[in-house]
Nanobody, 128 residues
């Protein structure tokens, strides 16, 4: 059974940093088929970052220059380094994965429908 477990969330002040990690089990996912999403209170879930099939790092415009996605040193893990956090970054952060190769050519991260597996999320709260 596939399981995705996020960790690293917490409460920080504006300008602070957090490092999120996602550990997958039950299937050997390519880092190119994993991504980070987030959902702020009262808003739709949105893509934050992904690693494209062509190796490019894909970010939502709102996090470019502040967040860095990377494949973990341990196989089947995905990290998200978040710096310069803002109050608008507050939300539940989810890891997503799919067994298939996601050939995405868009500017931002692939849409939710591209991913078949989701973690339970880790809360990030940024306050001033």
């Amino acid at each position: 059974q596939v399981r995705l477990v996020e960790s690293g969330g917490g409460s920080v002040q504006t300008g602070g940093s957090l490092r999120l990690s996602c550990a997958a089990s039950g299937y050997s996912f390519s880092s190119h088929s994993m991504a980070w999403f987030r959902q702020a209170p009262g808003k739709k879930r949105e893509g934050v970052a992904a690693i494209g099939f062509d190796g490019r790092l894909i970010y939502a415009d709102s996090v470019k220059g502040r967040f860095t996605i990377s494949a973990g040193d341990v196989k089947n893990t995905l990290n998200l380094e978040m710096n310069g956090l803002k109050s608008e970054d507050t939300g539940m952060y989810y890891c997503a994965a799919d067994e298939s190769e996601i050939r995405w050519y868009g500017q931002g991260p692939p849409p939710e429908r591209a991913y078949n597996h989701w973690g339970q999320g880790t809360q990030v709260t940024v306050s001033s």
